[in-house]
């Protein structure tokens, strides 16, 4: 049985502005990505320092409870052990490459003129195949972009925009 999406052969038009909203995801993917690994590596060295901190004081302060510190260093301790453990699984800079070279091969599939559709489709999807699906959030802050690019308010409804059928058509293909 065949999908009827995966049978429609769309105009080389229509397929560059698919291959610019997937554009738009990736770099949106690649920001988060960025992001979440600049946090984490805030995160365990925030925690990191305050271990060592919170070792030096016991040491050098008499008012500060030795039996209380040592308790709580293991429980970051351990806290910091499990973070790092997620962090490094987490493999972001290899994520980031990944994203970053299907923007670079987006870009300059996007640039090339000589293509036939079905030839523009075929390299779109070996592209797209390499690369991890993107999240809600990418997508959101794309259809975001897309709207105000075309002028429409991302929080509208379609029905509230029925004054201008072209605005709906576009609100609908995001």
Not at 85 to 94: E, G
Not at 143 to 153: A, F, H, L, P
Request: charged share 30%.
């Amino acid at each position: 049985m065949s999908d009827s999406k995966t049978d429609k052969i769309y105009d080389l038009e229509k397929l560059r502005y698919i291959c610019n909203t997937t554009l738009n995801n990736y770099i949106n993917m690649e920001k988060r990505l960025n992001e979440n690994k600049r946090f984490s590596n805030f995160i365990l060295t925030y925690y990191s320092i305050f271990l060592i901190i919170s070792s030096l004081t016991s040491s050098f302060f008499d008012l500060y409870n030795s039996k209380l510190c040592e308790y709580f260093g293991i429980i970051i301790s351990v806290v910091l052990l499990a973070f790092s453990l997620i962090n490094s699984n987490a493999n972001y800079d290899k994520r980031i490459d990944v994203v970053t070279s299907a923007i670079n091969k987006l870009k300059t599939l996007k640039r090339t003129t000589s293509l036939k559709p079905e030839e523009f489709k075929k390299e779109y999807d070996e592209i797209v195949d390499n690369v991890e699906f993107r999240s809600d959030i990418d997508f959101f802050r794309t259809v975001k972009s897309c709207c105000k690019k075309s002028g429409i308010t991302w929080y509208s409804s379609i029905s509230r925009i029925q004054k201008n059928d072209e605005q709906t058509k576009k609100l609908k293909e995001y």
